[in-house]
């Protein structure tokens, strides 16, 4: 027998096994690719339709219109008491004591101003904090328990800007250009998330 016979054979042979070790490859990968689980969550949906924080939103609302209405009230008694003090004699004792009076209620009320602003800021902002981190815990919750390998958050930006700058920002901040709809799990956190805000005001 010759040499050459025997080489074709095996050489198909290998052909052959390398042909199915490439197949396995494939099909391996793409079981892989099948099972891994990716979801996509809209933050902005989410803070849109989350109740807790429509409730929220609505006693900073409540805040903010009690410190206008105190601001309102002070900024009304430095006008009366301006009104009444020109009415009264130039160099007169009960004059000047209202010129005092005035610089003095003048000087509260911008304090007052300012310590409303704070209050209001440094609560707006816990407020977001607090809400975003129960957001990322829920979502967190939900990637465990469905088995998801990664959920990615989606963004929609507004890119209508007059700022060829505020434009580049907003395109740049954009993670997601397309997924279908049965990865999106928004609607699952946003139930949950009410679901839980649910039980919380039935304790209290």
Known sequence: MKLSSVKIPIICLVFALLASFACTNVNLANAEAEDFKIGVVDIGGIFEKYQKRIDLDQELKEQEKEFQDEINKKRK???DLDEETQLLDLGSESRG???NLLERKNVELEGYAKFAERQLLKKYKDFFEN????VVRKVEEIGKQNNFDL?????EPELKSGQISDLQFKIGIRTVLYHSESVNITSDVIDNLNASYAKEKEKK
């Open 151 to 155: 959920i990615i958050k989606k963004e």
């Open 77 to 79: 008694e430095i006008i």
């Open 97 to 99: 004591n209202n010129e």
């Open 131 to 134: 809400i975003y981190q129960e």
